[in-house]
């Protein structure tokens, strides 16, 4: 892997550029190919995130040099489409849902989401039609509809659609130049604390996070990966989610792989105790919701570093906490339309899509690298610290900013998917790219049933 591959990613998680040198990279043709740098793009995330990683445990196994991180582009392209190679007992899940798609609009095209029942009872409930209705009912509503009206009524009704937009078009949006204006990803401290030294590494694989209880409080896919790749460094990963809505259960599958899984209703004075206990040993809390929506509960990053000096706060969500989107539900398929990216991959007869969810699974291996560093920074200065990442800062990043590079080498499936038994069933499951010498090459344990651990650190 080249310097030029990893050094903004690299940069803008403060890392000593000097580390560089100390990664390198497989390269292989015929994956994630696009007409967007979709490969370079998932090598730099996944590449930033296995250097945090490595130089995390040369600082806390006392080694003279930070191990060589290594990058194979077969292990980050079969990782990055991670739930397409799910396969439990044999069955291949359905990543979505018949309403979630692209819609032909009496101006353009819109796309919407309604995986969870919630979106969809919500997405039919704005459009004025009743809840059995199909998708051809849908579709032939929407074509007498502009795109625009499509969106803002949706989204007034809590559901989730977007208009297809160009990256001009996009840039010239007002939430389209907040985010051009952001960095990458921004990290500060938020609050006072004295350093807090992790206990020394020993024995094989180096595990970089061992000992760090990780708060998770994500869904979907960004987050999720992020905390995967946490637990996958030996850390103490407890997913916590409300009892309802219920998570997606093959959504769970993949990205449950290292953590536990538990249950808290916050509107509960006995949950709400329960969740100020895990927060009371936590050092990581990892949100995945809209910027403010947990406020309510104390979590806005400013009271939770009042209550818990040295937590690492890291937040993602699909627009920024800024602009005029900041408050606003999304996914990367949504991302893809506004932003300008369907419109580049797709035809003049049609949006497309890049061949992963790039923007979900690059910007999760960022979080993780993220609060990587900042477990670095944490033990060697102290402090309380913020990381934020939106989706679509990943997005402007990949449009505007990374140059594609030639494809060398080929590809071959190679030894990325693999097998294993669980509480869940038989599980085919793409193998963690995040790789230094000396670590770790898979989960310690596969995912267990949602929301069936006890809500306790282990």
Known sequence: MTAEDIGDAWSALGGDPALLRRSSHVERGGVLEARLPVRELARACVGACALAA???????????????????????????????????????????????????????????????????ARLLSALGLPADATADTVGAHLAGRSALDVEDTVYAAGGLAVAL???????????????????LLSRERVGDAPPRALGPLDGAPLLPAAGVRVLDLTRVIAGPVATRTLALLGADVLRVDPPRPPELPDQHADTGFGKRSALLDLGRATDRRIFEELLAGADVVVTGYRPGALDRFGLAPEALAERRPGLVVAQLSAWGAYGPWAGRRGFDSLVQVATGIAAMEGSAERPGALPAQALDHGTGYLLAAAVLRS????????????????????????????????????????????????????????????????????????????????????
């Open 54 to 120: 490595a130089e995390l445990a040369a600082l806390r196994a006392g080694l003279p040099d930070v191990p060589e991180a290594r990058v194979d582009d077969g292990a980050v392209a079969t990782a990055f489409v991670s739930e397409r190679q799910l396969l439990i007992d044999g069955r291949a899940p359905v990543n979505f849902a018949p309403l979630s798609r692209f819609w032909r609009t009496a101006d353009g095209w819109v796309r919407t989401h309604a995986n969870y029942p919630h979106h969809r």
């Open 375 to 458: 477990l670095t920074e944490r033990a060697r200065e102290g402090g309380t610290h913020l990381v934020r990442l939106a989706l679509a800062r990943t997005a402007a990043w990949l449009v505007n900013e990374i140059a594609a590079e030639p494809a060398r080498g080929s590809y071959d499936p190679g030894p990325w998917p693999a097998e294993t038994d669980s509480g869940l069933g038989r599980l085919r499951y793409a193998r963690p790219p995040v790789c230094f010498a000396g670590g770790p090459d898979d989960w310690a344990r596969p995912p267990g049933v949602w929301g069936a651990d006890p809500a306790r650190w282990s």
């Open 165 to 183: 937009r160009t990256a001009k078009e996009w840039a010239a949006h007002e939430q389209g130049a907040a985010v051009a204006g952001a960095p």
